[in-house]
Structure formats: C-alpha cells, structure tokens
Nanobody, 116 residues
Framework: QVQLVESGGGSVQPGGSLRLSCAAS????????MGWHRQAPGKERELVAI???????NYVDSVKGRFIISRDSAKNTVYLQMNSLKPEDTAIYYC??????????WGKGTLVTVSS
C-alpha cells in the first residue's frame, strides 16, 4: 500500500524559507505527477504546485517566483522549496500523487505557519 509522508513544515517569520519533502513508500510505483496542495483555515484546499514525470511544472499564481517544486523520480520523492514566505502562505500543506492508471494518494499534511 502506498503511503505519502511529508516533512519539513514548521514556523517561520515573513520573508523566511522552508523546504517540504514528500516521500512515497510501500510500493515502487510510477506516478504520473506529484505535487502539493494547501488548505488555510476557513478556506478550500487549493493546488499549489505540480510536477509531471516529464518535468512540466505548474504553480498557483500566488506562489509563482517564490516556490519551486522539484522531484526525484528514482526515489519517488517530491520537494517544495518555499522562499519569501508570507503570512497568507500559512496552511496545512498536503502531498499528492497520481498514477498513470488514475489512482490518487494523499499525505496527512504538514503545517506551515508564517508569522512574526
């Protein structure tokens, strides 16, 4: 059974940086894409960044130029480098992965708090 395990969340001051990691364990399956979503208090979950197996990336407008998604396909691991963090980036960040057959997996989430 596939499990996605996130790490790297925490508290940081505005302008700071954090790096999130998400490792898939339990089965060495191939993912069509891996990415990150987030859910802020009182808001719906939104896609933050996604990276396909072919290297295509997509970001929500609010993080473009500040966040970078990268992926190590051999390790089934995806990373999110978050720079110039803002209070509005405060949310629970969830790792997401989808296989070529359409199976979708979610991590349990990691909390990112940006506050002075």
């Amino acid at each position: 059974q596939v499990q996605l395990v996130e790490s790297g969340g925490g508290s940081v001051q505005p302008g700071g940086s954090l790096r999130l990691s998400c490792a898939a364990s339990g089965s060495m399956i191939s993912f069509r894409h891996m990415g990150w979503h987030r859910q802020a208090p009182g808001k719906e979950r939104e896609l933050v960044a996604i990276r396909t197996s072919g290297g295509t990336t997509n970001y929500v407008d609010s993080v473009k130029g500040r966040f970078i998604i990268s992926r190590d396909s051999a390790k089934n691991t995806v990373y999110l480098q978050m720079n110039s963090l803002k209070p509005e980036d405060t949310a629970i960040y969830y790792c997401n992965a989808k296989t070529w057959s359409g199976m979708e997996y979610w991590g349990k989430g990691t909390l990112v708090t940006v506050s002075s």
